[in-house]
């Protein structure tokens, strides 16, 4: 399939945990990533390069998000996961407690593949629509608790689209929660610049961007945002398990990192 540049990122981001994954010491178990690379035909490595820094970075960043849908599993077993921009991610397979529902938004070429690749299960549904849409949210069975996920959509997204998307889920699930990521300000300004390039991949503009000392700011998209949560990657190999706690702590790098944010919304006053 011919893949516009920012869902072949989803290709990037596949290939990048199945690198980590194949390790006898991964950060990151994701025997389906594996799999699947193994499975495409498609020029992975002469494409995007091997760089363990990389998979390392993208591994835990992903754990993050796991940790988090993993928790609210936890707290909600038969609670509905929204993955929007979900593209090749296989959290499914990693933390699926057996009970949850779980829904992909994507644009219509990404879940024709994903449908290809990853046929979805009894409890998964994928939906082909634009996520700053809000008429997904009309798909989602609210009975019980509400997670949604932006995991590596946010940045290629208009600030103020970000701000609607936060704005419609506060909106539409009281009492649920919203997991993005952000990349900081100096990296936003090489992807328009058009200055990230590794081997024959060129990494796709991304217009919105946040440095991790400005996620409190977050909170102004909406009235309905009652908490504004940091996540922070743990673990680590190396020189990147040596220096992670430092740039957590120490400025410029704790500001200016990649960052993943929860967003907890407010329950809907009772009006009886």
Avoid at 16 to 44: C, G, M, N, T, W
Avoid at 172 to 183: K, N, Q, Y
Avoid at 186 to 197: A, E, H, K, P
Wanted: with cysteine; charged share 25%; glycine share 6%.
């Amino acid at each position: 399939m011919e893949l516009s540049a920012v869902s072949e990122t989803a290709l990037w981001t596949l290939y990048q945990r199945s690198v980590e994954a194949r390790r006898p010491d991964p950060l990151l178990e994701d025997p389906k990533a594996v799999e699947l690379v193994e499975r495409i035909d498609y020029p992975f490595a002469e494409r995007f390069g091997t760089s363990d820094f990389q998979a390392q970075l993208q591994a835990l960043r992903v754990a993050c998000f796991d940790r988090e849908v993993a928790g609210f599993l936890a707290r909600e077993p038969r609670g509905t996961v929204v993955c929007l921009g979900e593209g090749l991610e296989t959290q499914f397979w990693r933390v699926d407690n057996g009970r949850a529902q779980w829904l992909t938004v994507d644009l219509p070429e990404s879940v024709s593949l994903r449908e290809k690749l990853l046929p979805p299960g009894p409890r998964q549904r994928y939906l082909a629509a634009d996520a700053t849409d809000l008429a997904w949210a009309d798909e989602v069975d609210r009975d019980r608790g509400v997670l949604v996920t932006a995991q590596g959509l946010c940045m290629y997204l208009r600030p103020p689209q970000v701000r609607a998307l936060i704005s419609g889920c506060a909106d539409r699930f009281p009492g649920g929660s919203l997991v993005l990521d952000a990349v900081p300000r100096w990296f936003g300004r090489l992807t328009l610049r058009g200055s990230l390039r590794t081997h024959g991949y060129q990494a796709p503009p991304m217009p919105w961007a946040m440095d991790a000392d400005e996620q409190a700011k977050l909170r102004t998209a909406s009235p309905a945002v009652s908490a504004v949560r940091d996540v922070r990657p743990t673990g680590g190999r190396g020189l990147v398990g040596a220096l992670l706690p430092l740039a957590l702590v120490l400025p410029p790098l704790a500001t200016r990192r990649p960052s993943v944010t929860v967003l907890e919304f407010a329950e809907r006053p009772d009006r009886s």
